[in-house]
């Protein structure tokens, strides 16, 4: 785990802004790429299409799950955060560091991985879509 001078109660709702706010991305990105998975705009030759568009249909259920785990901690921890106003010792502010790294340390994990999955979908996506035919 890191270690960092302590951070205010306003660093912590900061924090869980921001990673809200990408959980909310992350989440309309999710929606995109099932609509994409499930589209038929790829190239129908393409060897293995089918079984690769399932792999990475599986890959984004996973990724939903842990999304919505986070999304739950995130809330929960964002709740938390007002008990903090009420810490008056040593303690009491090293417990809710230590939880809020432990919570970044979750968070960093769940976008790697999705990050990493998304590149590549939209990787090999990308590179089987129907081209545009010209008619002459």
Not at 60 to 76: F, N, T
Not at 108 to 133: A, V
Request: proline letters at 2%; hydrophobic letters at 35%.
């Amino acid at each position: 785990m890191e270690t960092t001078l302590p951070l205010t109660i306003d660093q912590f709702h900061q924090d869980v802004k921001v990673w809200k706010s990408n959980v909310a991305l992350a989440s309309d990105e999710i929606q995109f790429i099932e609509n994409l998975t499930h589209s038929y705009i790829f190239e129908p030759s393409t060897p293995n299409l089918f079984e690769r568009l399932e792999h990475y249909k599986t890959e984004v259920s996973k990724i939903k799950v842990l999304l919505k785990s986070i999304d739950v901690l995130l809330v929960k921890h964002d709740a938390e955060l007002s008990g903090m106003l009420e810490c008056d010792t040593v303690s009491c502010d090293v417990f809710f560091q230590e939880k809020h790294l432990t919570i970044k340390e979750q968070y960093r994990q769940f976008i790697d991985s999705y990050n990493k999955t998304k590149s590549e979908i939209f990787n090999y996506c990308g590179n089987i879509l129907k081209t545009k035919k010209e008619i002459t």
